[in-house]
């Protein structure tokens, strides 16, 4: 008998929200099962990509667009950012049923920056397959995608080196 997938949220404005699904990535690969990745507002320029197309069970879609901060893109950027990350959202759905685990990296963001549907999104959590363990990270989810999680954990940004004036280095925040 398999296991009833569940719902994950990874939350909160603290580093490591996707540092966390990544390390159930590895753990649910190391024993067996397989693992999808599905990256949204982001690029494959970071280490976690790499290593992750390196292990057994694990899948991570490429991100063959880039179009930058969500805060710079002008209106025409957005509507062709949102038609891709759309078409990437549904191409995850339909992979999805052949994983046990289908991590959807800065979903929250895709949603309140309005490029993946958030209804499409609940719809998805509703009918997904029943042996699916899902995760969504990003920050301020919803109250409504908050109903549909089996976990929240909220990552808490107390201190940041960002706030000294230290930019993002390689090989710790990408």
Do not use: W
């Not at 191409?91 to 958030?118: C, F, H, N, Q």
């Not at 280095?169 to 990408?174: H, P, S, V």
């Amino acid at each position: 008998m398999r296991e009833k997938g569940l719902v994950h949220i990874y939350c909160g404005d603290g580093k490591g929200k996707t540092s966390a699904a990544i390390g159930l990535a590895v753990r649910a690969a190391g024993r067996g099962k397989k693992v999808l990745i599905s990256r949204f507002l982001k690029t494959d320029d970071s280490g976690e990509v790499m290593i992750l197309k390196e292990i057994p069970g694990i899948t991570v879609l490429p991100c063959e667009k880039s179009f930058g901060f969500l805060f710079r893109m002008s209106e025409e950027q957005k509507k062709e950012a949102a038609s891709y990350y759309q078409e990437q959202f549904e191409k995850t759905v339909k992979m999805a049923e052949r994983y046990d685990l289908l991590i959807l990296d800065e979903m929250m963001a895709s949603i309140s920056g309005k490029m993946v549907p958030e209804e499409r999104v609940l719809q998805f959590l509703q009918e997904k397959p029943e042996n699916l363990e899902v995760v969504l990270t990003g920050r301020n989810p919803s109250d409504r995608l908050k109903e549909e999680a089996d976990y929240i954990s909220e990552i808490l940004a107390v201190r940041h080196p960002y706030e000294k004036g230290i930019p993002a280095r390689a090989g710790i925040e990408y």
